[in-house]
């Protein structure tokens, strides 16, 4: 365990001196080398379930963190030492997989390795139970030290709270009962000052870049007279107002009700274009005491976006062709949203070693470095596939790799999405 840790140790240690000497810090789970530090800890100090705890979260939060291969070793290492078994045969297992050339191979434990046949093989493994009974008791011991620690500074905090307010109590209690009253006589008028606020039930569906309305009444519960100041909590780009019911074209901001009295309006907004099908956003109506500004009534009703959902998938049919050599790349187009979608430009840029040597499907037009593809309506749950000949230029070098880029542009919601085809290799000449 230790050889292969010293030859991390002084990447972990330089990682940890970058972090804090900076003058700040950051918490174990937002970095994976603290965490992974954190694990190590632990399994030094033979609490072996903590490590196995502090690595799972590793793996889960940062799944394509470089410490994966230490990672699965010390998780192997720390599933042995708990008893648990499986858990050590299929992290092993795993570690070799992934890690085939990994020159820590050497450093695996003969138990542990032969744990890992024994599963390959099929062998369902027993968990060690004096191995388990040990782990188990170190990692009480160490929760209770914790227990104890807490409960000590919280049995300070406490006595140190009481202390400062008693003092505050001696010190006060006078201006304190008159400030009671006069704080009684308050929230007893606040809480006379009652309206309730509804929307239609369920979630109201957008269309992305066209405006929606949404509405809502407000009844007042008051006993009395009582004017209230109106808002919306939409986000900015909502662009949303208040309108009256009865008066679509009329902005409110300010009402008074009677008792029993109601008022039916509506939140005007516009669902921004760029919104993904199926965005999901909160539009609140608040209203406010024009006495009291802290008493706020509030009610939030969602809204949904529907919008096409483009996706790409460009594929060479020819992966490895020759310099001079023409093939055809195919661009699959799909359309996964709510909405179809109209008035779309698919344009493929190639690299400067490819030019565009025509192609079969209509609405093709040829570009400097690429070409166009006009598609007028790509329904929902539907795909287009665009043909694009393509010649490699005679410079073109043997090995290299080139990679077209596709831009979907959407014309009736302004909205350009970039997706990498798949790469070609050039191949060199026969021997």
């Known amino acids: 365990m230790r050889r292969w840790f010293r030859v991390l140790k002084p990447a972990l240690i330089g990682m940890l001196m970058l972090l804090t000497g900076a003058g700040f810090a950051v918490s174990a789970d937002e970095d994976d080398s603290l965490l992974f530090v954190e694990a190590f800890t632990a399994y030094q100090k033979k609490d072996y379930l903590l490590a196995i705890e502090k690595i799972g979260y590793l793996n889960q939060q940062f799944p394509d963190t470089p410490l994966r291969d230490v990672a699965l070793l010390l998780l192997a290492r720390a599933g042995y030492k708990s008893g648990d078994n499986e858990l050590a045969a299929k992290s092993i297992n795993q570690f070799n997989a992934d890690f085939s050339a990994n020159p820590l191979r050497t450093t695996i434990e003969e138990d542990i390795a032969s744990l890992g046949v024994r599963l390959q093989k099929g062998e369902k493994l027993a968990p060690n139970k004096a191995f388990q009974t040990a782990a188990r008791k170190v990692r009480n011991d160490v929760l209770a030290q914790e227990r104890a620690i807490a409960e000590k500074r919280e049995q300070e905090r406490l006595a140190k709270a009481r202390a400062e307010q008693e003092r505050i109590a001696r010190e006060k209690a006078e201006a304190e009962r008159k400030e009671r009253e006069r704080l009684a006589a308050e929230k007893a008028a606040k809480e006379s000052i009652k309206v309730a606020i509804s929307f239609p039930e369920g979630s109201r569906t957008i269309e992305a870049g066209e405006n929606g309305r949404l509405p809502f009444e407000i009844v007042s519960r008051s006993k009395g007279r009582e004017e209230f100041l109106l808002e919306t909590s939409a986000a900015p780009e909502f662009a949303a107002q208040l309108n009256s019911a009865a008066q679509p074209d009329q902005q409110v901001s300010r009402i008074v009700l009677a008792p029993g009295e109601t008022f039916k309006g509506i939140v005007s907004f516009r669902m921004p274009a760029d919104r993904v099908d199926g965005h999901r956003s909160s539009v609140a109506v608040r209203a406010t005491s024009a006495t009291y500004r802290d008493v706020v009534h509030s009610r939030e009703n969602l809204v949904v976006a529907s919008a096409p959902l483009v996706r790409v998938v460009g594929k060479p049919l020819s992966p490895r062709p020759a310099a001079g050599e023409q093939f055809r790349y195919r661009i699959s187009v799909l359309n996964l949203g709510t909405l179809a979608a109209q008035g779309l430009t698919a344009r493929i840029v190639l690299p400067p070693q490819l030019d565009p040597a ?38 073109a070098r043997s090995g290299q790799e080139l990679r077209p880029q596709i831009e979907v542009i959407n014309g009736k919601l302004q909205r350009k999405e970039i997706f990498p085809a798949a790469a070609v290799m050039i191949k060199g000449p026969n021997p």
């Open 358 to 395: 025509g192609s079969p499907t209509a609405g093709y037009r040829p570009e400097p470095q690429g070409a166009a593809f006009t598609i007028a309506t790509l329904e929902t749950g539907t795909l287009q596939e665009l043909i694009l000949d393509v010649k490699v230029r005679q410079d």
